[in-house]
């Protein structure tokens, strides 16, 4: 079975810094998906970015870039020069290729951006 | 396009009430899925459709039924509700192309409390 785990609750950083969030996965399969979605207050589930596990080259979306390593099997989300709208859930998500269509999410991180 | 729409959302049940949970796309995508998302916690997924007629169990299914019978409708269906039933719900749906590295887009989600 897949997992995927958040180790940070919540994390609190200034507007304009530059915060990291982790994310560890565990899976036998060799080929996957990675992705992380952002849930504001409104319960929107919106996606921010996403990974191909075979791509060794780490994505980027404007201000949001991934760490991934695949052999740690893990995937951090950096979101730089951050901003007030950045506040919200942070979900770390995993889908196999092989097998059923399944998503695996992890537990959220809670991001706090202060002004 | 609508994308995807959920009814109700919000609702209050008593133990042992029944309840139909509607969703329902308008961008004719296959695959279709209900999750529930406990306070603090990730989704779970519920059950998933791979198109018309298709349907199979996720996660969690015990307590919830789905039927299938479009391709733009997928309802799920609460018998004898219980107060462990009470979350948000989420529908999403996705497009076949592209494989799993589609977006899968969601609803605005119904709140559910079994009192």
């Known amino acids: 079975a897949q997992t995927v785990t958040q180790s940070q609750p919540e994390m609190s950083v200034q507007e304009a810094e530059t915060v990291t969030l982790s994310c560890t996965y565990d899976?036998?399969?060799?080929?996957?998906?990675l992705f992380w979605y952002k849930q504001p207050p409104s319960r929107q589930m919106i996606l921010v970015i996403r990974?191909?596990?075979?791509?060794?080259q780490n994505a980027t979306e404007n201000r949001f870039s991934v760490n991934f390593q695949k052999a740690a099997k893990s995937f951090s989300l950096k979101i730089s020069d951050s901003q007030l709208g950045d506040t919200a859930m942070y979900f770390c998500?995993?889908?196999?290729?092989?097998?059923?269509?399944?998503?695996?999410f992890g537990q959220g991180t809670r991001l706090t951006i202060n002004p | 396009n609508a994308g995807v729409t959920q009814t109700p959302k919000f609702r209050i049940l008593k133990i042992g009430q029944s309840m139909t949970l509607q969703c329902a796309q308008d961008?004719?995508?296959?695959?279709m899925y209900w999750y529930r998302q406990d306070p603090g916690m990730g989704l779970k997924l519920i059950y998933y459709?791979?198109?018309?007629?298709?349907?199979d169990k996720g996660e969690v299914p015990n307590g919830y039924n789905v039927s299938r019978s479009t391709t733009e409708d997928f309802p799920l269906r609460l018998e004898l509700a219980a107060p462990s039933q009470t979350s948000v719900y989420f529908c999403?749906?996705?497009?076949?192309?592209?494989?799993?590295?589609?977006?899968?887009?969601f609803g605005p989600g119904t709140r559910l409390t079994v009192l």
């Open positions: 999403a749906s996705r497009s076949a192309a592209g494989g799993l590295y589609n977006e899968q887009f």
């Open positions: 899976t036998s399969e060799n080929n996957y998906y």
């Open positions: 990974q191909e596990a075979y791509k060794q």
């Open positions: 998500a995993f889908i196999p290729i092989q097998g059923a269509q399944k998503l695996v």
């Open positions: 961008m004719n995508h296959n695959y």
């Open positions: 459709s791979v198109g018309a007629g298709i349907t």
